[in-house]
């Protein structure tokens, strides 16, 4: 991991020096290009002005001619140098902007396809070894049930990732259609809790979510979207303070909010974190399984629903997500 780390900033120093290097190349010959065309209009002008002869009656006119016509050339080459000049800027900035984002992409890329393996070969590995066990031994009837409970865990796990992938894929190509229906968004929020709670079994998650609270919606992705949500308070708070779900009704608004006790979110990296494959925080947080795909996916349920995820601060520390209907 290190090393193609290292592999691709180095990449990255290459093309940013190839590109400094050309764009001075191109700036120098542009700046020589105007003097040489000066130099010219310079020598021209003083070669039409030998031509003259002081006693032709026009002479007074024509040199004013000459002096007007080199003038103008000035004026000419100036403006073709400054338009060049601004064209090669505007064009280096978008060439480097674009250059920077598609080796960030690639990285991510990269960085996903190794998460996503990982992520992939975990509960396949689990899963694999429960059965063997299964097979190989006979184990009472409660270890049996405890390595069927881990191996549904698992493939649970397994089945949100391929979720999430396929759907982000779906959505993106447009191929993806959304079912609007009244839904429960109250036994839909007791669902959510009750599968996280099953796969987090050693964490609290406090709820407050009154029944009877309906919404138009696609189940499927918003069910998708609170697995996400609280999925990742689980993931990057700490064991102690619980994460806590709430479902509020206010008038005509239905606020949903996921808060944990995290590190927290800075200011800066608010939006960013709903971009493909971005993971905010430091290595430590980094370090924590995911594919950078889940708030990404989330806010692109949410903007299907006409509406937006937000992020603040919780206190004394930690991050509340929050989605309003």
């Known amino acids: 991991?290190?090393?193609?780390?290292?592999?691709?900033?180095?990449?990255?120093?290459?093309?940013?020096?190839?590109?400094?290097?050309?764009?001075?190349?191109?700036?120098?010959?542009?700046?020589?290009?105007?003097?040489?065309l000066q130099q010219q209009n310079d020598e021209m002008m003083q070669f039409r002005k030998n031509l003259l002869q002081l006693q032709d009656p026009d002479y007074a006119a024509r040199l004013d001619d000459i002096l007007d016509q080199h003038r103008r050339n000035q004026l000419q080459y100036l403006g073709e140098g400054l338009t060049f000049l601004a064209l090669i800027i505007v064009g280096s900035i978008f060439v480097y902007q674009?250059?920077?984002?598609?080796?960030?992409?690639?990285?991510?890329?990269?960085?996903?396809?190794?998460a996503i393996t990982h992520e992939l070969k975990t509960p396949i590995a689990i899963t694999r070894l429960n059965l063997e066990t299964l097979q190989r031994h006979k184990l009472d009837a409660a270890k049996q049930q405890k390595l069927i409970d881990v191996t549904l865990q698992e493939t649970g796990r397994l089945n949100d990732l391929c979720?999430?992938?396929?759907?982000?894929?779906?959505?993106?190509?447009?191929?993806?259609?959304?079912?609007?229906?009244?839904?429960?968004l109250s036994q839909l929020l007791h669902d959510v809790q009750h599968s996280?709670?099953?796969?987090?079994?050693?964490r609290i998650i406090q709820s407050s979510?009154?029944?009877?609270?309906?919404?138009?919606?696609?189940?499927f992705l918003l069910q998708l979207l609170f697995n996400n949500l609280l999925e990742n308070a689980l993931k990057y708070s700490p064991a102690?303070?619980?994460?806590?779900?709430?479902?509020?009704?206010?008038?005509?608004?239905?606020?949903?909010?996921?808060?944990?006790?995290?590190?927290g979110i800075p200011e800066a990296e608010r939006e960013k974190i709903f971009s493909k494959f971005y993971?905010?925080?430091?290595?430590?947080?980094?370090?924590?399984?995911g594919t950078g795909l889940g708030l990404y996916l989330s806010q692109k349920i949410a903007e299907d629903h006409h509406t937006r995820i937000t992020v603040s601060d919780n206190q004394p520390g930690g991050s509340i997500f929050a989605i309003e209907f």
């Open 1 to 36: 991991m290190k090393l193609r780390s290292y592999y691709q900033r180095n990449k990255l120093s290459i093309a940013n020096k190839v590109y400094w290097i050309l764009l001075l190349y191109v700036i120098a010959a542009l700046i020589w290009w105007y003097f040489e």
């Open 98 to 114: 674009a250059v920077r984002r598609q080796f960030r992409l690639n990285e991510q890329q990269q960085n996903f396809m190794m």
């Open 163 to 184: 979720e999430n992938i396929l759907v982000t894929t779906r959505m993106e190509s447009g191929r993806y259609e959304l079912h609007s229906e009244p839904i429960s």
């Open 196 to 202: 996280m709670q099953n796969r987090f079994p050693k």
């Open 209 to 219: 979510i009154p029944d009877g609270i309906i919404i138009l919606g696609d189940p």
């Open 240 to 263: 102690e303070p619980p994460v806590k779900l709430i479902l509020e009704q206010k008038e005509t608004k239905i606020r949903v909010t996921v808060a944990d006790h995290g590190t």
């Open 279 to 289: 993971r905010a925080g430091n290595e430590n947080t980094r370090r924590t399984k």
